[in-house]
């Protein structure tokens, strides 16, 4: 499978799913959608997404299938510039772990921590 990319969908564990909601609307200014689960096991907040357009969408989750915290996979979200919301992200309740440093051709990142324990990353071209 050569025409998609290797990424369809991802999922953030979260704890308390309005806090991190409001989290991530804050700091990167999407307004987040609910979505039902027809199991009914979980409560899910969607990222906004045009799903024909390049990269993957994804919602946080509530589930008891999964747990939030560092160290499992690494969601980068594209942002303008990585400066501006890194200085959301500490106003939103989250923590800067390592402020906007160069990755050379692919532009810039900054990593950061979320109200519920997992680490993610911005990613911009300048």
């Excluded at 609307?25 to 979505?35: D, H, M, N, R």
């Excluded at 907040?45 to 160290?71: D, I, N, Q, R």
Aim: hydrophobic letters at 40%; a negative charge.
């Amino acid at each position: 499978m050569t025409d998609t990319n290797a990424v369809g969908w991802f999922d953030i564990y979260v704890a308390d799913l309005k806090r991190a909601g409001t989290f991530y609307e804050a700091v990167l200014g999407y307004k987040l959608q609910t979505i039902e689960d027809p199991t009914g096991e979980t409560q899910m907040l969607a990222f906004p997404a045009e799903m024909s357009a390049y990269g993957a969408s994804g919602a946080l989750v509530k589930s008891p299938h999964g747990h939030p915290g560092a160290g499992g996979t690494m969601v980068y979200f594209s942002v303008e510039d990585c400066s501006t919301q890194e200085v959301l992200v500490s106003k939103a309740g989250g923590m800067v772990l390592r402020p906007k440093f160069s990755i050379g051709a692919f532009g810039w990142v900054t990593l950061c921590l979320d109200t519920e324990g997992n680490q993610f990353g911005l990613n911009s071209r300048h």
